[in-house]
């Protein structure tokens, strides 16, 4: 009886260790599982971070006419590359812990990999000779995606891995230090149309402006054939399609080129931009923009009216660029 009890508590113990050694087991592939996915997610944002890097070297390379193809190919590289790296997250081994986390993953690289989408179907006609405007928008619009994927990555994915982890007594992988977008100046239309440009004209931020001096200056301004003056304020009647004429004059010694010419009616949020660029103009050269005055505007009301033209690269006097009247719109 004796050696019966023993033997059966013996057994027992035996079945205790196998239960506590299979849990130990479970416990421990768990624990690999949840580590293994850290790595890999943590990789593959890495791997994009690159994409990005690479993605803002190119569009602040120098560029130029006969680099066109080659930008564009190797902008729709990028996509599908991005493409790439989300069908490699949907193929991860997800355990349960990180599900919240992975749905996070999912929508950073899905919002990159249609962001670079837009950025080249943008630059594909912002290189060109027609609707380059509208191009240089859809590259603006793609920043907003970049910025949105940052913004999750940041304040979703990686506090949900990060909580993950933790809960396991895991260590917490590096995470890349920066987001997607490098800075916050490629969310400005006005400075994202301007790189376009110098790509498309291979004036790239890293070409020195060429010597000698550079600068472009009004002349005069029109509208609806009312001369506008400087300061002082002018009335001009809404006949059918009124438009500027601004006359610019290239006032320093090198040909300018990608010259932006633009106007703002009216002031602060309910402000009206009209813009028009001079492909090439010769030093010394005076050349008339015209401009379509196409918005609906209010009549009887004295509206503030800034031409500006946009300084271009090496140009140091700008005191002559701009001027700001007022006009009164009569029916």
Request: aromatic share 4%; proline share 4%; charged share 25%.
């Amino acid at each position: 009886m004796v050696r019966r009890t023993i033997a059966l508590a013996g057994g027992l113990i035996v079945l205790i260790l196998l239960v506590l050694g299979f849990r130990g087991c479970l416990d421990a592939r768990k624990e690999q599982s949840i580590e293994d996915y850290a790595n890999r997610s943590i990789e593959l944002l890495r791997a994009s971070k690159l994409e990005g890097d690479a993605l803002f070297d190119l569009l602040e390379g120098r560029g130029g006419a006969d680099q066109a193809a080659t930008i564009i190919n190797t902008l729709n590289g990028y996509r599908v590359e991005s493409a790439e790296l989300v069908d490699r997250a949907r193929g991860l081994d997800v355990p349960g812990e990180v599900e919240g986390a992975q749905a996070e993953l999912l929508e950073v690289l899905e919002l990159r990999r249609d962001g670079l989408g837009r950025v080249g179907a943008g630059m594909r006609v912002a290189l060109g000779d027609e609707e380059r405007r509208e191009g240089t928008t859809d590259v603006t619009g793609a920043m907003q995606i970049f910025l949105a994927s940052d913004t999750i990555d940041m304040i979703r994915f990686r506090p949900a891995l990060r909580e993950a982890l933790e809960a396991e007594d895991l260590t917490v992988p590096a995470f890349p230090q920066d987001g997607f977008v490098p800075d916050v100046e490629w969310l400005d239309a006005e400075f994202v149309a301007d790189r376009a440009n110098a790509l498309r004209t291979g004036a790239g931020a890293d070409e020195a402006a060429a010597p000698g001096l550079h600068g472009n200056g009004l002349v005069a301004v029109t509208l609806g054939g009312t001369p506008l003056t400087p300061g002082a304020g002018a009335s001009v009647a809404l006949t059918a399609d009124p438009s500027f004429e601004i006359q610019v004059q290239n006032q320093g010694e090198n040909t300018e080129t990608d010259v932006n010419v633009v106007v703002t009616i009216g002031e602060g949020g309910d402000a009206t931009e009209l813009e028009e660029p001079i492909d090439t103009i010769a030093a010394g050269e005076i050349q008339t923009v015209t401009i379509p005055l196409t918005s609906q505007l209010p009549g009887c009301q004295d509206l503030p009216i800034t031409v500006e033209v946009r300084p271009v690269s090496g140009e140091e006097k700008t005191d002559n660029n701009s001027q700001e009247s007022s006009v009164i719109f009569t029916r």
